[in-house]
């Protein structure tokens, strides 16, 4: 079976430019989080999708990162005005939400450079 | 303010022998830990958990300590293997939150 993707896999961006990453979690999962991993640090939690109910943005660190997941399938991460501390490795996960299950799937992340 | 610690940045372990990896954490409200070993250039991939109602968790070769006490869990590895070399990360969820608090992570290397 598939597991999560995330496309680009490497994204280069000049300062100031819009970026879009995508996520593709596991068919059947209803919960979709983002992370990121910036050089030397553990994950930090984003934002996280559970079905039809209202995303919990708490992790967002600024008005210029957003997500929307369509269908609750597939979400777009979206970063406006890029700036150089964004720079980062951007991670997917989904997870079933099944009762005890508490594990995420990550996806392979995606690799964003802020020149 | 870290509240998901992992103090040792690398470990190295000889193949056969235990593998201990540490992780303190400092919020009470912690309910679930997670384990989480990554490749290079790859995600990270669930190992093992344990819930705070429980001090100890088996899988195989992977077994999880809990010290709520002290705040502390840790991760044995044994017997160690050449393929457990990676990044281990640590990893908490909050009661009634979703995203996970992660450490920054123990490179370890399993020496022949």
């Known amino acids: 079976g598939a597991g999560v993707s995330q496309s680009p896999s490497n994204k280069v961006t000049e300062k100031g430019k819009d970026v879009e990453l995508r996520c593709d979690p596991i068919?059947?999962?209803?919960?979709l989080y983002w992370y990121r991993q910036s050089l030397g640090q553990g994950l930090e939690f984003l934002i996280y999708?559970?079905?039809?109910?209202?995303?919990?943005k708490s992790g967002l660190p600024s008005d210029r990162f957003s997500a929307e997941r369509t269908g609750g399938s597939v979400s777009t991460l979206t970063i406006q005005r890029t700036q150089q501390e964004d720079s980062a490795v951007y991670l997917c996960?989904?997870?079933?939400?099944?009762?005890?299950?508490?594990?995420?799937?990550f996806g392979p992340g995606t690799r964003l450079t802020v020149l | 303010d870290q509240q998901v610690k992992q103090n040792s940045p690398s470990l190295s372990v000889q193949e056969g022998r235990i593998s201990i990896l540490n992780c303190d954490y400092t919020?009470?409200?912690?309910?679930?830990f997670l384990w989480y070993k990554k490749y290079p250039a790859e995600g990270p991939t669930f190992l093992i958990s344990?819930?705070?109602?429980?001090d100890k968790n088996e899988d195989g070769r992977f077994t999880v300590f809990l010290n709520k006490s002290a705040k502390h869990l840790s991760l044995h590895i044994v017997p160690s293997q050449p393929g457990d070399s990676a990044v281990y990360f640590c990893?908490?969820?909050?009661?009634?939150?979703?995203?996970?608090?992660f450490g920054k992570g123990t490179h370890l290397i399993i020496q022949p």
């Open positions: 996960a989904s997870s079933p939400r099944r009762q005890g299950a508490h594990e995420q799937f």
């Open positions: 068919s059947g999962h209803t919960a």
């Open positions: 999708f559970q079905g039809n109910s209202a995303p919990d």
């Open positions: 919020n009470s409200m912690f309910d679930y």
């Open positions: 344990i819930s705070s109602i429980k």
């Open positions: 990893a908490a969820r909050p009661r009634g939150a979703d995203g996970l608090t």
